[in-house]
């Protein structure tokens, strides 16, 4: 992506700046984001993934400033367009929310309000920006929304009971596409739909990106799914960004040991064999001990990597890793090289 | 034709508007039809001590006959159903919109405000109310139909209040609020367009149930004498009867009507009650 910024490719249009969000807890602060950096232009796609609890929702979340306590944005920066979200009047934040930057919320089943009509819920985002919109033009854009996720305009007069999981989840991205997004933050937008649901969803909002010409940055749990979706992944543990690269690069060769391992843990269907995941836990969030916080789980974990936190850096191309491999190797060496011991 | 009727019915079935339902209604409507249609068929002057013959038990001419005043107990009836149905429902509307605002205000500021509301609302709901109604209908100079109203609607909040409170509570967490918020509603769009239409089943349901107590709390401070008494209601004919001791006389048709219209407008409140906590709370709509 820098790379892109240097061919004066286009400014970005998202840029995070060491955003740290901390909950409070009895035994002290859980940093569930600790110190992510990343940038977005326009079009682009950024898949976040990580497993549960490695900070992917509460960063979401922070995207939106929608952090509630004990939740809270210990520092860092959210430009969007050059403008702070984090620092803005809440006057302005309305405004920014949903005409600048919208979330497509993890669950759709519970993001609709289950006694209001669909065209009341579509119409009540468009008249919290624009309050005189006319009737008429109002059931005009609804109509089209809804025809641009692929749903039928008679919908409109229907409850959310009345829907399937899929039509929610199409309802909910024209929700959140209806006053044109510069970016759009999906949260896991597939959660408990089918798989054939699921391909369905990620294409409309695909359409839907492409058509506003929005930055996505599409968080979630399946490789597959982000795989097939973004340009660049972004890997997520205990609330630091470990790799960042182009999709194509960070499948046929992870740099940060975790990616690979993850990667490792997905079912093949050209090489048949016994499914791996990845030993032990991760750490707890509160008081993490000095060094890498995957080094306790890392197959190529050394001594260095057990005091000193690794920073994310390049490791080549448009690619960076948070690992104390590199700089000095040029690629992950091959998994027998190290101990090994930690495997099953 | 019988499928209309089916259609109809299943309908009916489809948005679980149980026979229940119907049925508390139509006694309602019974009741108001009453109200409505009753003083084209009465002379209101026989509502007036002295316009006949005192103590006359039924007869075809006066089919519920007079009391030992010489009012005509079927014109009293007539004109006082209305009065007290009209006392029931402004207590249940000010008490009903009190409860909704304080319910409102508490649960979505939180803070010492909701800390006042529902320490003032807890303290209230554990004193019975007509103790201290009595206290303040008897220190009134002036009584009317419309300051009794308002006297019981003083103590009709609370229930209101605390159910639409805890509404408040358990609706603002949920996910869609959230997503509101995160597609830039302000706080009072979430309050008004979002949280509001979750809690209407609520109000509905307390409403029918605050003016059926409102009703209960009129008729005990008239019963007991302390209502307006140059006003016709039927509070205050049980409190004639009761001053002529009309049951150990055996004038039944004195006391006896007033009771049987009270008695129909609490059985019409509690069943359309019931019938709109199915119709709200579809758990219970499909309990044998």
Not at chain 2, 87 to 116: C, R
Not at chain 2, 165 to 179: G, K, M, T
Not at chain 2, 251 to 263: E, K, L
Request: glycine share 10%; charged share 15%.
């Amino acid at each position: 992506m820098s790379e892109g910024e240097a061919n004066g490719a286009g400014a970005p249009i998202l840029v995070v700046e060491d955003l740290r969000v901390a909950y409070d807890t009895l035994a002290g602060p859980a940093m569930a984001v600790d110190g992510v950096s990343f940038s977005l232009k326009a079009g682009e796609r950024l898949g976040l993934i990580g497993e549960s609890g490695s900070g992917k929702t509460t960063m979401a979340m922070a995207l939106l400033r929608l952090i509630r306590a004990p939740g809270r944005i210990v520092k860092g920066r959210v430009l969007l367009d050059g403008r702070d979200i984090l620092t803005m009047s809440v006057g302005e934040l309305r405004e920014a929310r949903l005409r600048d930057i919208a979330l497509v919320p993890q669950g759709a089943m519970s993001s609709l309000n289950p006694v209001m009509l669909l065209e009341e819920q579509i119409a009540d985002g468009i008249l919290a920006h624009a309050p005189r919109t006319p009737r008429a033009e109002l059931a005009r854009r609804i109509e089209a929304l809804l025809r641009g996720v692929g749903l039928d305009p008679s919908v409109a007069r229907k409850y959310p009971h009345q829907l399937s999981g899929g039509m929610k989840q199409r309802a909910v991205m024209a929700i959140a596409t209806s006053m044109r997004p510069r970016v759009i933050v999906a949260d896991e937008p597939t959660s408990a739909l089918d798989v054939v649901v699921q391909r369905q969803v990620m294409q409309t909002l695909g359409r839907l990106q492409g058509g506003l010409g929005a930055a996505v940055v599409l968080i979630g749990h399946d490789m597959g799914l982000i795989a097939q979706f973004a340009d660049v992944v972004g890997v997520m543990y205990a609330g630091k960004l470990v790799e960042l690269a182009p999709v194509e690069e960070i499948i046929a060769a992870p740099r940060h040991p975790y990616t690979r391992l993850l990667i490792d843990s997905l079912p093949s269907i050209a090489a048949k064999k016994r499914l791996i995941g990845i030993p032990g836990l991760p750490p707890r969030l509160v008081d993490l001990p000095p060094g890498c916080s995957f080094a306790a789980r890392c197959p190529y974990a050394f001594a260095r990597c057990r005091t000193e936190t690794p920073s994310l850096q390049s490791t080549g191309g448009n690619r960076s890793a948070a690992c104390h491999l590199y700089p000095e190797a040029q690629a992950l060496p091959p998994l027998g090289a190290a101990s090994g011991e930690a495997r099953p | 034709m019988s499928g209309g009727l089916k259609g109809l019915r299943m309908k009916l079935a489809e948005r679980r508007i149980g026979g229940v339902l119907i049925l508390g209604l139509a006694i309602l409507a019974l009741i108001v039809l009453f109200s409505l249609v009753g003083p084209l068929f009465v002379d209101a002057h026989n509502a007036h001590v002295g316009a006949m013959t005192p103590r006359r038990p039924p007869s075809f001419d006066h089919w519920l006959g007079s009391d030992s005043q010489g009012r005509d107990m079927l014109t009293l009836l007539v004109y006082g159903t209305p009065n007290t149905l009209k006392m029931g429902l402004i207590a249940g509307i000010i008490g009903v919109g009190l409860g909704l605002v304080f319910g409102l205000v508490g649960g979505s500021l939180g803070g010492a405000i909701d800390t006042v509301i529902r320490v003032v609302a807890d303290a209230l709901l554990t004193v019975p109310a007509i103790a201290i109604l009595v206290i303040i209908a008897g220190n009134l100079d002036r009584m009317s139909t419309n300051i009794m109203a308002l006297v019981v609607a003083s103590l009709s909040w609370m229930f209101t209040t605390r159910t639409i409170r805890a509404q408040v509570l358990s609706v603002r967490e949920r996910a869609y609020i959230e997503v509101a918020r995160a597609n830039g509603e302000s706080e009072w769009e979430i309050l008004f367009r979002e949280i509001m239409p979750n809690l209407m089943p609520f109000a509905v349901a307390s409403f029918v149930g605050t003016v059926g107590s409102a009703i209960l709390a009129v008729i005990s401070l008239e019963a007991l004498g302390l209502g307006a008494l140059e006003e016709t209601t039927l509070g205050n004919t049980i409190y004639w009867s009761q001053q002529s001791a009309a049951i150990l006389r055996g004038y039944w048709w004195w006391w006896g009507p007033p009771i049987v219209v009270i008695a129909l407008i609490f059985l019409g409140l509690f069943l359309t009650s019931v019938g709109f906590d199915r119709f709200a709370n579809p758990r219970l709509a499909n309990r044998a």
